[in-house]
């Protein structure tokens, strides 16, 4: 028979339209830290309303372990001395995610193409899909990340419009050099922008030694201006100086 302190009582709501994300994830964690889950479902409104009122609280779900009102799925994360998401904490998770994926494809593309997984199309298709990656992430709102584009970037400072053009420079750029056509367009985007990027990010993080989020991945992350944001543009740059000198060598 297990310990009256394995024994959880859960109060979560399960509707026709709408069955709560976190009660769920209550239900899992408890379940996988091996506790007896006694699941109550609040299957309308008026019941949802009642226990609430009754327990005096204002959110499910709610969890009662030994008789004790732990609270919802942050509170039951706590008590089960576990890390709690944080959504001021900066990290490199989205940019990491990125040029993995953009990595990935790359080698597969190579694979497919050449029948060799590290070859110099390998190298410039991942330069040339993580921009386009990058892009896309940035178009999903424009408006969001030129408002935190313009706390840094000094052209779109002294031009506006600039941080909205951006990401449609960056997504195009990539899509011709992934193809391999138009360097005469390609290049000099490519150059320019990631020229300005990097003379911005070093300018605001290395001198004026500001603590900002950067724009790289959109305006909703919270991945911190410094070396990676650096990285990527010069990879641009990088970018751009080889497929000149290939352009202009054959």
């Not at 499910?60 to 959504?87: E, H, N």
């Not at 790359?106 to 991942?126: C, D, N, P």
């Not at 053009?165 to 011709?176: D, I, S, V």
């Not at 005469?184 to 603590?211: D, H, M, N, T, W």
Request: glycine content about 6%; proline content about 4%.
């Amino acid at each position: 028979m297990p310990h009256p302190n394995q024994n959880a009582v859960l109060y979560r709501m399960v509707m026709d339209k709408h069955i709560c994300p976190f009660g769920l994830k209550a239900k899992h964690l408890l379940e996988r830290k091996g506790y007896d889950v006694e699941d109550h479902w609040l299957q309308t409104r008026e019941q949802t309303d009642a226990f609430q009122e009754k327990h005096d609280v204002k959110t499910t779900p709610q969890i009662f372990i030994a008789g004790q009102r732990i609270g919802g799925y942050t509170d039951l994360r706590k008590f089960l001395k576990l890390d709690v998401p944080d959504a001021d904490r900066k990290s490199y998770t989205p940019v990491l995610a990125v040029f993995l994926t953009a990595a990935a494809l790359a080698i597969a593309s190579s694979w497919a193409v050449l029948g060799s997984a590290l070859t110099v199309l390998t190298a410039e298709w991942f330069v040339s899909i993580a921009m386009m990656l990058l892009a896309m992430l940035k178009l999903q709102d424009v408006e969001q990340f030129s408002t935190m584009f313009l706390g840094y970037d000094l052209l779109a400072r002294r031009y506006v419009p600039y941080a909205y053009a951006y990401p449609f420079l960056e997504w195009t750029a990539g899509a011709l050099m992934t193809a391999h056509v138009l360097p005469i367009l390609s290049i000099p985007v490519a150059l320019g922008i990631g020229s300005v990027g990097a003379a911005s990010v070093f300018y605001a993080v290395y001198i004026q030694k500001r603590e900002l989020k950067c724009a790289c991945v959109g305006g909703s992350a919270n991945v911190p201006l410094g070396f990676v944001s650096l990285t990527e543009n010069l990879f641009m740059v990088g970018m751009a100086l080889w497929m000149l000198i290939k352009t202009t060598t054959l």
